[in-house]
């Protein structure tokens, strides 16, 4: 199953260069990465992205990442899928940049 991470241009770029990352700072301070499902990223850039350019939309093969990924209660009760170590660049499969529409970053057709 694909999962999907957001993260500012200056996230991506570090994750880049160190090849692996803690996450955002929101993941460091919960001790896990936060990632959604397709259905949950409009909710996810809502809440946490509204007004923000320049977003990199991480793609990952969720079963891959194996037992450190564990699915938890969040946002109304849903299941997100939390990564108990750190994001390896080597874990994502694709990485797009949003493009910004007059109301904020716009997700690519299929996801939205």
Known sequence: M???K?????EWTDLERDGQTPGAPVDVADGYV???TAPQLTGT???HFAGE???MLLALDGDALGPDLRWEPARDGALFPHLYR???RSDVTAATP???GPNGPVLPEGLA
């Not at 957001?6 to 200056?10: E, K, M, Q, T, V």
Request: proline letters at 4%; a positive charge.
């Open 2 to 4: 694909m999962i999907y």
């Open 6 to 10: 957001l993260f500012r241009a200056a």
């Open 34 to 36: 936060h990632f959604s």
């Open 45 to 47: 850039l809502a809440k």
């Open 53 to 55: 350019t320049g977003l």
């Open 86 to 88: 750190p994001l390896r």
């Open 98 to 100: 949003l493009e910004d």
